[in-house]
């Protein structure tokens, strides 16, 4: 049978899944598959293509022979089979943050700068950027047709599946307990999501910026090569299931106008220009669930920059697809069948 032979790490949880359905939705061409999880989902039965494959937990000798792994299960997993995988000779493309900002791993939105993608995939790694990275770097790579952008200031409101599956069930867990009077119990953050909003996504840097703000500046300066770019992030977790909205301020090294901003957002591959109410509507994270695009709203110019170097704009995109999992297994298509499948 022709195609590729894929291993997900992680498959049983949710940037694992939504792997499995992307490569199955986008007809990517696979010949065989094996997927891996923990010890709790050992003999798990995952359906993929109408077939019932066994999830088993990872071991050296199931990574000969692949042409492709997807590393979906956090750090720690990533540290222990990447290595083994790229010597098997397989390309890596890995979901973590452990590698993304090591000088020699490219890190990679294919609309944004494939030119760093290696030149062959075999035993290659790339690194997937964080969820919220995404959004802000295709936007801004759309926006420098206007002009080279000079200053950006990123407020995120993030879902809780941005934290995986356990904090997805907490979250759950938590709006029960709220609705039926009880308490509500929190393990995953440090204080209960639902009906909340926690100003701090991750842990705190000496700097008094948390990691998932750092990540954003980080990666965002590294995608764009420009590390002279000057941005600052607020990250904010909000009770939202799925689908991460953004507020960018970005000026600008002259006047732009929100025209031109709004043809260069729509022009770029991957971006959904939704226009102001009434022709259109503000997009949510309602909206986005599913879909690849990542929704563009509230363009407007910013009159706090003195003489219209400033634009402001909403992004809302779906955390697991487009800021995981989709942007994974288009960098394989890339790297393996040399172009994007298109469903
Ligand atoms: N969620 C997002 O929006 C998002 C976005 C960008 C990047 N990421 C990154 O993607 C990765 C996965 O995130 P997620 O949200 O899918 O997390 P998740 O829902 O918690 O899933 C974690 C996966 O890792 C597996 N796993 C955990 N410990 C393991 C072990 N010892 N051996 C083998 N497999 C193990 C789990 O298996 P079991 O089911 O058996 O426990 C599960 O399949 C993380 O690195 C995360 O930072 C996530």
Request: contains cysteine.
């Amino acid at each position: 049978m022709p195609g590729y032979r894929v291993g997900i790490l992680g498959a049983t949880g949710l940037v694992g899944e939504r792997v499995l359905s992307i490569l199955e939705e986008r007809r990517f061409p696979v010949r065989e598959l094996r997927l891996w999880g923990s010890e709790r989902s050992a003999g798990r039965r995952v359906t993929f293509a109408g077939e019932a494959l066994a999830v088993t937990v990872p071991e050296a000798a199931a990574f000969a022979d692949l042409d492709v792994v997807f590393g979906a299960a956090g750090n720690d997993q990533s540290a222990a089979w990447t290595p083994v995988a790229r010597a098997a000779g397989a390309l890596v493309v890995d979901k973590a943050s452990l590698f993304r900002m090591q000088p020699d791993v490219p890190l990679v939105v294919p609309e944004v700068n494939p030119e760093a993608l290696p030149p062959s995939p075999r035993g290659a790694l790339v690194a997937s950027p964080n969820c919220s990275t995404i959004p802000v770097v295709m936007a801004l790579r759309a926006l420098s047709r206007l002009g080279t952008v000079e200053r950006v200031q990123v407020a995120t409101y993030q879902a809780v599946s941005g934290s995986g599956r356990d904090a997805l069930e907490e979250f759950e867990a938590q709006e029960t307990a709220l609705a039926r009077g009880a308490p509500a119990e929190a393990r995953v953050y440090p204080s209960p999501i639902a009906r909340n909003v926690l100003a701090h996504c991750d842990a705190f840097g000496p700097d008094g910026f948390t990691r998932e703000e750092t990540k954003l500046v980080q990666e965002s300066r590294k995608i764009l090569a420009r590390p002279d770019l000057r941005l600052a992030a607020t990250a904010v977790r909000v009770p939202v299931r799925v689908g991460h909205s953004e507020a960018l301020a970005v000026e600008f090294d002259r006047p732009v106008e929100v025209e031109a901003a709004l043809d260069a957002l729509a022009a770029f591959p991957g971006l959904a220009v939704v226009p102001d109410p009434p022709a259109g509507a503000v997009p949510t994270p309602r909206d986005v669930e599913g879909r690849d695009d990542v929704l563009v709203g509230r363009v407007r110019r910013d009159p706090s920059t003195p003489d219209g170097r400033g634009l402001m704009l909403w992004l809302v995109s779906d955390n697991l697809r487009k800021g995981a999992a989709l942007n994974a297994v288009q960098i394989a298509e890339r790297m393996l069948v040399g172009t994007t499948v298109a469903p």
